[in-house]
């Protein structure tokens, strides 16, 4: 009988030790999910679409739409690739800063990708309002960033709008963004303009 308790007793040690192994790695997870960018501060995808969902349910009870903003800041790869990836994170950091300073009280931006950030906008009236904001966060860097004192780093902002409607998801709208961002880009190229 002995035995026979003693083997059960060890089954419950390696349940118990297997169960507290994976509560320490979903918070972990948890933990790197609700975790802002180390390197901007801003938001990370997961919490952008958190808020994105929460926004979306809000707006159907409320008027107004929702306009999410993908933009990504073209150059900020060359200037990895010329000055190394200090000067890259410097140009990024400010990149953050402007974006933040150019959108309205209330607005979230959320860094989802090396060079590329998302703004979420509630409230938005309608076509005309979401492109004032796409045309600040685009005048937000008319002028070049200064990642360090002695370099100036001229770069692009290619932006693409996207407008909630009643069937819009995070994932929807995210899409569409990015697929007008790309556009903008490509529109960019073609006419010879700096990408």
Same mark, same amino acid.
């Given at each position: 009988?002995?035995?026979?308790?003693?083997?059960?007793?060890?089954?419950?040690?390696?349940?118990?030790?297997?169960?507290?192994?994976?509560?320490?790695?979903?918070?972990?997870?948890?933990?790197?999910?609700?975790?802002?960018?180390?390197?901007?501060?801003?938001?990370?995808?997961?919490?952008?679409?958190?808020?994105?969902?929460?926004?979306?349910?809000?707006?159907?009870?409320?008027?107004?739409?929702?306009?999410?903003?993908?933009?990504?800041?073209?150059?900020?790869?060359?200037?990895?690739?010329?000055?190394?990836?200090?000067?890259?994170?410097?140009?990024?950091?400010?990149?953050?800063?402007?974006?933040?300073?150019?959108?309205?009280?209330?607005?979230?931006?959320?860094?989802?990708?090396?060079?590329?950030?998302?703004?979420?906008?509630?409230?938005?009236?309608?076509?005309?309002?979401?492109?004032?904001?796409?045309?600040?966060?685009?005048?937000?860097?008319?002028?070049?960033?200064? *990642?360090?004192?002695? !370099?100036?780093?001229?770069? /692009?902002?290619?932006? =693409? +709008?996207? @407008?909630? $409607?009643?069937? %819009?998801? *995070?994932?929807?709208? !995210?899409?569409?963004?990015? /697929?007008?961002?790309? =556009? +903008?880009? @490509?529109? $960019?190229?073609? %006419?010879?303009?700096?990408?």
């Amino acid at each position: 009988m002995d035995a026979v308790g003693m083997e059960g007793s060890e089954d419950l040690l390696v349940q118990t030790a297997a169960v507290v192994a994976a509560q320490h790695e979903f918070a972990s997870r948890l933990r790197r999910r609700t975790m802002p960018d180390p390197l901007t501060g801003l938001p990370v995808r997961s919490l952008l679409v958190e808020r994105l969902e929460l926004s979306l349910a809000a707006a159907g009870s409320q008027a107004g739409l929702l306009a999410v903003l993908c933009c990504d800041v073209d150059g900020i790869a060359a200037l990895d690739h010329a000055h190394g990836p200090t000067v890259a994170d410097m140009a990024r950091t400010e990149a953050a800063g402007r974006l933040v300073s150019a959108v309205r009280q209330g607005d979230l931006v959320a860094r989802i990708g090396t060079q590329t950030f998302v703004l979420l906008c509630p409230g938005i009236s309608g076509v005309d309002d979401a492109a004032g904001i796409a045309g600040r966060v685009s005048a937000a860097f008319d002028l070049p960033l200064r *990642p360090s004192a002695d !370099l100036v780093a001229p770069v /692009r902002i290619s932006v =693409g +709008v996207a @407008l909630s $409607r009643r069937d %819009s998801t *995070p994932e929807s709208l !995210l899409a569409t963004a990015d /697929r007008a961002m790309a =556009g +903008v880009r @490509l529109e $960019r190229q073609g %006419s010879g303009r700096q990408a």
